[in-house]
């Protein structure tokens, strides 16, 4: 099955300024900002493959197609739809935690220079689109608790107790902690068992589900075109969830459900969202044992 998401990531690099959207591109999944849905969202099984299967969301950077990334912005839009919303962590200067991906903000800000040479306030004198600011992870507690499950991505090894603490104070209805530094996952695991943590991973690792069970993770999530069959199969047989990213297509979500992953990441995760129900719709649920998540 051809993979689409590269035409996402052209169209967001064209966009003329920091937080700037993606205009539509061949194949993508259409429709979304006001037809999102609000209040609780339904849990939403699929029968996929020969069983049904329980399928979550993750909203990429809060909802990336739909808001300047890693903004509250994106984060309400995200909520509106995804199951949980996701956020990059880094410290500034100071040791706060704020959501940016970049250890720079000159891709998205109309700053420069390095975030750890940032105090908070000074940051939040910096546009990241759209009038947004950089939150704070207090920010983004306050917006998401109790309202929407939230994936922290730990992007600087050695931060793990400031993040792990900041969250004990606010903790979300569910939390995955995941990192691509695998003694990032351990870490955090160790420091807060009750969380689900998970590995990250781009590039050839060798085995990821035996280094993912290392690190004491509970869910893998692989780049996309390092999904198989066969890793799901290995990976639920020693109870990992598998959470693919960045799924922005139908074809893509199609095939995904095809090989049973359990849930996914998306830059759009509202039209993700109208795609998996209208598919549940096709062949809704009697008498179902779900499975999965």
């Known amino acids: ?36 849905r609000k209040g609780p969202r339904p849990v939403i099984y699929i029968w996929s ?10 909203g990429h950077r809060g909802a990336r197609a739909l808001g300047p ?15 949980l919303v996701e956020v990059d962590l880094r410290l500034t200067r100071d040791g706060i935690v704020v959501a940016i991906h970049d250890a720079t903000v000159d891709r998205t800000t109309n700053g420069t220079g390095p975030v750890k040479g940032y105090a908070v306030e000074d ?20 917006l998401v608790h109790s309202n929407t499950g939230l994936v922290v991505e730990i992007k600087e090894p050695g931060t793990e107790a400031v993040v792990v603490s900041a969250l004990m104070e606010m903790m979300p209805e569910r939390l995955f902690l995941v990192s691509f ?30 280094l993912a069970r290392s690190v004491q993770a509970d ?13 799901v199969k290995e990976a639920h047989a020693v109870g990992l969830l598998v959470a693919p990213w960045l799924l922005n297509t139908e074809d893509d979500i199609r095939e995904a459900l095809r090989l049973g992953i359990d849930g996914f990441s998306s830059d759009d995760p509202c039209a993700a969202r109208r795609y998996l129900e209208g598919l549940a719709a096709e062949r809704p ?4 044992s779900p499975g999965g998540a």
């Not at 051809?2 to 966009?15: Q, T, Y």
């Not at 695998?182 to 695991?189: H, N, R, Y």
């Not at 692989?222 to 069959?229: G, H, I, L, Y």
């Open 49 to 58: 493959p020969g069983a049904w299967r329980r399928m979550f969301i993750i």
């Open 123 to 142: 940051l939040a004198g910096l546009d990241a689109g759209e009038g947004e600011r950089i939150p704070t992870l207090q920010e983004i507690l306050g």
């Open 285 to 288: 649920v009697r008498q179902a």
């Open 1 to 36: 099955m051809p993979r689409k998401e590269s035409f996402l990531r052209a169209a967001l690099r064209a966009g003329s300024h920091a937080g700037s959207r993606a205009a539509p591109y061949p194949g993508a999944l259409q429709g979304h900002g006001s037809l999102c």
């Open 181 to 210: 530094h695998p003694a990032s996952v351990a870490t955090a695991k160790k420091l807060l068992p009750g969380a689900q943590a998970g590995l990250i991973y781009s590039e050839e690792t060798g085995d990821p589900v035996a």
């Open 69 to 83: 990334e890693n903004t509250l912005r994106a984060l309400r839009r995200g909520m509106a739809c995804a199951d």
């Open 219 to 231: 869910l893998i999530l692989p780049r996309w075109d390092r999904v198989s069959r066969e890793l």
